[in-house]
């Protein structure tokens, strides 16, 4: 009974290491496989990954030509509009320096008339000052002619002596 002991376990062992190798290989083989698969799941996932991040680059260069010539689009328009601008103004400025230069000369045209006006009325106003200061000298010398006459009317009176009126003149009733 005491080589049972040693035999049975041999056996087992052999029977075990037997089936443990059948297994190992089928074991192995399907690792190999899994392996494989997962490598070809990776491969294709990489592959994927790959295809998405060019697609996504692709998008992001497309996005950021689109974005640039937006940008340079605005900034043409920009651009022409500021030139526009400029131009506008530059053509208003050169119609105010003409209408400036038209006015200018009008004004010293209107403001020598006027001093030429100016001049005209103060002679005028001077003449009718002399009218005046003469009429009112006539007038004086008139008056003085009138008392003048009535002065000497009164002296011939008293020398002959003749009233006017009946009455002594300078005589008390």
């Given at each position: 009974m005491n080589k049972l002991y040693v035999i049975v376990p041999i056996l087992l062992l052999i029977a075990f290491s037997g089936v443990y190798v059948m297994h190992s290989k089928d074991a192995a083989a399907q690792a190999a496989f899994a392996a494989a698969e997962a490598e070809q799941r990776a491969a294709a996932e990489a592959?994927?990954?790959?295809?998405?991040e060019r697609q996504a680059r692709e998008d992001a260069d497309r996005r950021a030509a689109e974005r640039l010539a937006e940008e340079r689009r605005k900034e043409e328009e920009k651009t022409a509009r500021w030139e526009?601008?400029?131009?506008?103004?530059?053509?208003d400025t050169a119609g105010f320096l003409v209408q400036f230069e038209r006015l200018g000369t009008e004004a010293r045209e209107l403001e020598a008339r006027l001093a030429s006006l100016r001049s005209?009325?103060?002679?005028?106003?001077q003449a009718a000052f002399d009218l005046a200061k003469e009429?009112?000298?006539?007038?004086?010398?008139?008056?003085?002619a009138e008392l003048e006459i009535q002065r000497l009317v009164e002296m011939t009176a008293r020398r002959s002596g003749t009233t006017l009126g009946g009455t002594l003149i300078g005589a008390n009733p």
């Open positions: 592959a994927k990954k790959a295809e998405a526009a601008t400029s131009r506008q103004i530059a053509e005209e009325r103060d002679r005028a106003s009429i009112e000298a006539a007038r004086i010398a008139k008056r003085n």
